[in-house]
Nanobody, 125 residues
Framework: QVQLVESGGGLVQAGGSLRLSCAAS????????MGWFRQAPGKEREFVAGIRWSGSSTDFADSVKGRFTISRDNAKKTVYLQMNSLKPEDTAVYFC??????????????????WGQGTQVTVSS
């Protein structure tokens, strides 16, 4: 099993930026696809971004495309989510997750095996 720990959340004004980090320990996370999800109060958990194990391809939800980027440093076992031009509707708890698949990036939360505890992102208007 892999332990995932997110950090970097906080309170930011609309238009601002945050960078989330997800540090992994345990099973070698660098050989698996990783994803970022978010969950706002009263809403279902939704896919935000994903990256293949090699970093060769990424995928983004339409709502964040052009504003967020995802990257990984396999040597550090860390995945990053750079969030720019933040909007109040980006407010949510953000989770990183590991998918044991090494194929295409999957968007369903059910595809992911291991999850972090989440980090709160609040964007004020």
């Amino acid at each position: 099993q892999v332990q995932l720990v997110e950090s970097g959340g906080g309170l930011v004004q609309a238009g601002g930026s945050l960078r989330l980090s997800c540090a992994a320990s345990g099973r070698t996370s660098s050989t698996y696809n990783m994803g970022w999800f978010r969950q706002a109060p009263g809403k279902e958990r939704e896919f935000v971004a994903g990256i293949r194990w090699s970093g060769s391809s990424t995928d983004f939800a339409d709502s964040v495309k052009g504003r967020f980027t995802i990257s990984r440093d396999n040597a550090k076992k860390t995945v990053y989510l750079q969030m720019n031009s933040l909007k109040p509707e980006d407010t949510a708890v953000y989770f990183c997750a590991l998918d044991l698949s090494r194929g295409i990036i999957r968007r369903s939360p059910r595809a992911y095996e291991d999850w972090g505890q989440g980090t709160q992102v609040t964007v004020s208007s």
